[in-house]
């Protein structure tokens, strides 16, 4: 059978798996070396050259799921982002990012790419009209990220594509929070697709890696900068992934269906002025969603009323955690203020859309009437404080 004609959960399952020669075992041998023979080998393996048998098995796993010849892992979602940004831009460069994105892309855009002499700017909305102006004769990259975190703001890949490869620019994408079973961003032209494995790969709170996914051509060049940097991932952390990723399908898919309902109950909760989830009609971008994702993540936001205390409703919940990340099995929720985004001046946060009572949901894979019930739980005891 053609690889590509693979499904993804036999993907998740087979692909990239280490064959165990000596004793058949069902699953990957471990590889624990630092150190590998130099002579007389095909390959000179070392792990800070992201080569290691596990490194590059897992790779492959990667490479397909995102329908791309090539993939590398790192240590982190950051590392990845960072290295591959770094490697495609150069002092005097240009990239265009959206207006909302992750706070950690987001500081290290604005913290750093000043003192590299890389120029950027950040669009004003998600049109085509929004990122075409503000592109450059020295623009070389282009970044999004859909669904946007914390907003839930969807780009249109084709049109991004389409408006970067009659210029020549690279295109990149922060898949992390559609995950390559609900988006596969290389159908619609994206070159680079990057992630932060600790979430939807991972998916169980246990790991942090960070993933990229392109062309040969593309990953070599990522490359001649990684092997610099030294993010690469070891290989016990390697072997967790690869584990953890054969359940991937299964996972998300299940964490989809919850997320809509919870996105459904909240919407009619009065003490909620806003739900952000793609999956909703109300979504602005609803039909472009449905049009170019599978499924609509397992991630969601909302806002409580502005009278409630967010800390109390937080500390009020007993089954969903407030958690720092997301995409876990189980339930996580945060204040984006305080945390994937407590860095950014209140102005930057105001600028995104990002309230203080803007509230973060990973919905894990429990039963719905569960996370329903505690949530609610936690609604009537701030309401019943505030008439004490």
């Known amino acids: 059978m053609k690889p590509k004609s693979l499904g993804l959960n036999t993907i998740c399952t087979h692909v990239g798996e280490v064959e165990d020669k000596q004793f058949k075992g069902a699953i990957?041998?471990?590889?624990?070396?630092?150190?590998?023979?130099?002579?007389?080998?095909?390959?000179k393996r070392y792990p800070r050259y992201f080569n290691t048998p596990n490194q590059e098995a897992l790779c492959k796993k990667i490479a397909m799921l995102e329908k791309s010849e090539a993939g590398l892992i790192f240590g982190s979602g950051m590392a990845a982002v960072s290295t591959t940004m770094l490697a495609f831009l150069h002092k005097g460069d240009h990239v265009?990012?959206?207006?909302?994105?992750?706070?950690?892309?987001?500081?290290?855009?604005?913290?750093?790419?000043?003192?590299?002499?890389i120029e950027f700017s950040f669009t004003e909305g998600f049109s085509e009209d929004n990122f075409s102006e503000k592109i450059q004769d020295n623009t070389k990259v282009i970044f999004v990220e859909t669904p946007s975190n914390p907003l839930m703001r969807i780009t249109d890949l084709e049109m991004i594509s389409r408006l970067a490869k009659q210029r020549g620019i690279v295109t990149m994408i922060d898949n992390t929070f559609a995950s390559p079973v609900n988006q596969t961003p290389a159908d619609?032209?994206?070159?680079?697709?990057?992630?932060?494995?600790?979430?939807?790969m991972g998916g169980h709170s246990d790991i942090c890696a960070g993933a990229v996914a392109a062309s040969e051509e593309h990953?070599?060049?990522?490359?001649?900068?990684?092997?610099?940097?030294?993010?690469?991932?070891?290989d016990y952390t390697v072997w967790l992934l690869e584990r953890s990723m054969k359940t991937m399908v299964l996972r998300v898919k299940a964490q989809n269906k919850n997320a809509k309902k919870m996105a459904k109950w909240l919407e009619n909760h009065p003490l909620v002025e806003q739900v952000y989830y793609p999956g909703l009609k109300n979504h602005p971008e609803h039909k472009l969603a449905k049009k170019q994702m599978k499924g609509y993540t397992g991630m969601l936001s909302f806002e409580i009323n502005e009278s409630l205390d967010v800390s109390l409703f937080l500390n009020s919940l007993k089954l969903i955690k407030p958690s720092m990340s997301l995409a876990g099995v189980e339930s996580t929720i945060l204040s984006p203020a305080k945390t994937s985004?407590?860095?950014?001046?209140?102005?930057a946060r105001k600028e995104q859309g990002i309230s203080d009572g803007l509230l973060r949901f990973s919905v894990g894979i429990e039963e719905t009437e569960d996370l329903i019930a505690d949530l609610q739980g936690a609604f009537k005891k701030l309401t019943k404080m505030e008439k004490i």
Do not use: C, R
């Open 28 to 43: 990957s041998p471990i590889y624990m070396s630092s150190s590998y023979a130099y002579e007389d080998v095909e390959v």
């Open 96 to 117: 265009v990012l959206p207006q909302t994105l992750y706070g950690g892309t987001y500081n290290f855009v604005v913290e750093e790419f000043d003192k590299f002499g």
């Open 219 to 234: 990953i070599k060049i990522i490359w001649n900068l990684a092997k610099n940097l030294g993010g690469s991932l070891s």
């Open 341 to 347: 985004h407590g860095l950014l001046s209140a102005e």
């Open 188 to 200: 619609f032209g994206i070159d680079i697709m990057i992630h932060s494995a600790t979430k939807y």
